[in-house]
């Protein structure tokens, strides 16, 4: 064990730049969830890869942002909590955005340690990507630049490589099957969520959260009770569609990808609260898991 490797490795950047899409292609596990839509990720999320040379304690982090709520300023703390215990950071911008996007959240985070600035979405850009990472190089000189496509897979051997490279010298932090901190009931509101940024559009997805009421293992499967916490009325009305023709939609959506998730089947029931601005609501937060 004088030659193993551990670390916590820390993932940054703006909304939408691709860090839950990174972090699944490095555990090679759809653990944390994704969606085109910004503000997907509202919690801290460790996603755990072992091997016997090497233990990679990854975070993935809310997107930095103006906080308009107590929710995101709790998310933001999530940040900088992250910040301050990584072993290695990786920045993540997107290639297509001005390098303009990534000067002005830099100064959010403070860094103390080795960092990668990862350029994503190399898919999307066409021709020649030297001149489009030089400037990068004088923005950030100490840092270690990689290109890759996170949706693609391509770049992560240089990617896991860069981040071996910089892990300090430790025995892992966790058992080597431990994938995640989480538990399974997180992870089903997670799925729910996700359905919800899929189908739903505007304002839904950001005014709404999910609970699990009720989790209960039966002989031949699993009885899931979720509540979908939404701020107005009329929010309410939209998420459970004419007749609930919405709700069972998304009903139908999540329960079938849960089942993928626990390998069993479920009967899955879905339930609608109106809670008003429960984003700037401390208690109702709390509540929600958002400490």
């Known amino acids: 064990m004088e030659t193993y490797k551990a670390g916590f490795v820390n993932i940054f950047g703006a909304p939408n730049a691709g860090k839950s899409t990174l972090l699944n292609q490095l555990l090679g596990e759809n653990l944390v969830i994704t969606s085109p839509k910004v503000q997907t990720t509202r919690h801290r999320i460790l996603g755990i890869l072992t091997t016997d040379q090497y233990q990679m304690v990854f975070s993935d982090t809310p997107g930095i942002m103006d906080t308009q709520y107590k929710l995101h300023e709790k998310m933001m703390k999530q940040v900088t909590s992250a910040a301050e215990d990584a072993d290695v950071a990786i920045w993540v911008h997107d290639i297509t955005q001005p390098i303009d996007k990534l000067q002005a959240i830099l100064p ?4 103390q340690v ?32 990689v290109t890759a496509s996170a949706k693609k897979g391509s770049g992560m051997d240089a990617v896991m490589q860069a981040i071996v490279d910089r ?9 080597e099957d431990t994938l995640t901190d989480r538990s399974e009931r997180f992870f089903v509101a997670e799925i729910i969520r ?9 304002e839904i997805p950001y005014h709404t959260t999910v609970i699990i009421q009720s989790f209960e293992d039966k002989a031949t499967l699993t009885v899931i009770k979720a509540e979908i916490i939404a701020s107005r009325e009329t929010q309410k009305i939209i998420l459970i569609g004419k007749g609930g023709s919405m709700i069972n939609k998304l009903g139908i959506a999540a329960r079938k990808q849960i089942e993928e998730f626990l390998q069993r089947k479920v009967h899955l029931d879905l339930f609608v609260k109106v809670r008003p601005h429960w984003r700037d609501n401390d208690t109702f937060l709390k509540e929600y898991g958002y400490n």
Do not use: C, M
Request: avoid cysteine; aromatic fraction near 12%; hydrophobic fraction near 35%.
């Open 108 to 111: 959010a985070v403070s860094l």
């Open 194 to 202: 996700q359905h919800i940024f899929t189908i739903y559009s505007e």
């Open 114 to 145: 080795p960092t990668l600035l990862l350029l994503n979405k190399t898919d999307k850009h066409k021709g020649d990507l030297e001149p489009v990472v030089a400037p990068y190089r004088s923005l950030v000189p100490n840092w270690h630049i």
């Open 167 to 175: 892990l300090p010298l430790s025995p892992p932090y966790y058992p």
